[in-house]
């Protein structure tokens, strides 16, 4: 049996090829409100980086390969999505706002007990899920396992209950 990966290991970025990189920087940055912590084009390199709260990079965008590319037709291999996580509902629910303010369509949202998350889709096809886990003792068992759930449904606009009427 082999030796459990270490408890504190995380995900640090995702890296995503983009056919538009001025389209996809703004994307990120306009619409799901990352810093721009690099762009590329203003140093001879065709990549941006974005971040939230400072880390030098959460999202990684490049053209490298994929300049004028297309994305993959459905039914091929690839990314599903990545998951961007909020640190609480309301949080969430200024995302959602924000992506419904600058026109973009939710895909879909979900409440499987452990989170509730929506899904999208940037410029370049890439899959996103919105999302922000539940408190950890209100989604694990006594001995601290996940409590999956079937997923129910969850409109994206219900979310912005959350924000009253700020």
């Given at each position: ?27 990120y940055h306009d619409v799901l409100g990352f810093d721009i912590t690099l762009y590329g084009p203003d140093t001879g390199l065709d990549a941006a980086s974005l ?116």
């Amino acid at each position: 049996m082999s030796e459990s990966i270490h408890p504190e290991v995380r995900i640090g970025h995702a890296h995503l090829r983009v056919v538009d990189l001025r389209r996809a920087t703004d994307f990120y940055h306009d619409v799901l409100g990352f810093d721009i912590t690099l762009y590329g084009p203003d140093t001879g390199l065709d990549a941006a980086s974005l971040s939230a709260g400072g880390y030098h990079h959460h999202i990684g965008l490049n053209t490298w390969d994929s300049a004028g590319g297309t994305p993959p037709p459905p039914g091929h291999t690839g990314l599903y999505h990545i998951a961007i996580l909020y640190p609480d509902r309301r949080e969430l629910a200024k995302a959602v706002k924000r992506v419904l303010d600058h026109g973009h369509i939710f895909t879909g949202g979900q409440d499987d007990n452990l989170s509730e998350s929506v899904y999208l889709s940037d410029p370049d096809g890439n899959g996103l899920e919105l999302t922000y886990d539940r408190p950890r003792e209100r989604w694990t068992d006594e001995q601290g396992k996940p409590i999956f759930e079937m997923p129910k449904k969850l409109n994206p606009e219900d979310l912005l209950e959350e924000l009253g009427s700020d």
